[in-house]
């Protein structure tokens, strides 16, 4: 039960991250093993289709962002793969403790999560700056309405948590999660994981403030014409740092959110049996081999970059 942020951030490092990334999170909150496996074997597919999406490239473009996609697919499959298994293994050692878990050995794991994150975005951000830089102004203003629409749909998909109502929601979903991922929950762990969960602070308005306002500071440095250079700096600030483009008032809202987090995960593990933390192992176990299994096949590895 671990928490990703789910925030869409910007055109290339954006897909790559929805698809890529943070398909380890689809490893661990509910698709199979061949779901995984397809959607990894089609990432490329995927990449092209969600960039594409954000505005109309022309065919020069387009078959840049086909090039730098398949390059991206292929060092991810040498290079990131791997990372992933050992967060697993080091999540599975974790899981399968008998002792009592510290919220301290959750925020490694996240800090961990999140190292990972940015290795897999570093490659993606200089061809990204390139592509944005490149943009005229209708497709500019056409990104602008992209990422509006965008925030439109989060605030609609998650309005004020605050309310009974929202709060019983975020739990059912946590609840899901994890019978899922630890099998069936008793009544008694359900009502506790409930209670914690709405005990949690809201945040996710925040992530959403954070967002809308950097994508207005990025389509005010493509307005402008402030070049690859300047446009990949302000993204290795926001997908590296994102806390240093925060306000104070998020920053104050966000952390607490986290540290709470990972507190209830300890909690949560508490209550699991051994029985169920086997499940867990074996859910986890699973997607290692998976992961390994990507990460070796010959077929996939030796196309070249940029094939089509």
């Known amino acids: 039960m ?62 840049t962002i086909r090039h730098e996609v398949s390059d991206y697919i292929h060092w991810h499959r040498k290079n ?48 990204a700056a390139r592509l944005l830089s490149e943009l005229d102004s209708g497709q500019i203003q056409e990104l602008g309405k992209s990422f509006a629409e965008d925030i439109r749909k989060q605030k609609r998909e998650k309005p004020d948590e605050s309310t009974d109502e929202n709060l019983d929601k975020r739990a059912d979903k946590t609840i899901d999660s994890l019978q899922w991922l630890a099998g069936n929950l008793s009544d008694e762990q359900e009502n506790k994981v409930r209670e914690m969960s709405r005990r949690l602070p809201v945040s996710s308005h925040m992530y959403i403030r954070h967002q809308e306002a950097n994508q207005g500071r990025l389509i005010a440095l493509l307005n402008s014409r402030a070049g690859a250079g300047n446009i990949a700096a302000f993204l290795s600030s926001w ?27 300890a909690q949560v593990h508490g209550l699991l049996t051994a029985r169920q933390k086997d499940h867990m192992r074996k859910k986890i176990s699973s997607y290692i081999d998976d992961f390994q299994s990507l990460a070796t096949d010959k077929h996939a590895a030796s196309e070249s970059p940029g094939s089509t």
């Not at 878990?101 to 994150?117: D, G, M, Q, S």
């Not at 104070?248 to 986290?258: C, G, L, N, T």
Request: glycine share 2%.
């Open 2 to 63: 671990l928490t990703f942020s789910r925030n869409e951030l910007l055109v290339l490092p954006v897909a790559m991250k929805k698809s890529l990334f943070v398909i380890l999170a689809f490893a661990l909150i509910g698709c199979g093993c061949s779901t995984f496996n397809l959607v990894y074997r089609n990432a490329d597919w995927y990449l092209q289709h969600k960039i594409n999406s954000y505005t109309s490239f022309n065919a020069v473009q387009k078959e």
């Open 80 to 127: 990131a793969l791997p990372e992933y298994i050992i967060f697993l293994q080091n999540l599975n050692g974790v899981v399968q403790s008998d002792g009592e878990l510290k919220a301290e050995e959750i925020t490694l794991l996240r800090a961990h999560l999140l190292n990972l994150y940015r290795n897999t975005m570093l490659p993606a951000i200089p061809p």
């Open 239 to 265: 997908v590296l740092t994102p806390e240093a483009t925060r306000t104070s008032q998020q920053q104050m809202v966000i952390q607490p959110f986290e540290m709470a987090t990972d507190e209830m995960i």
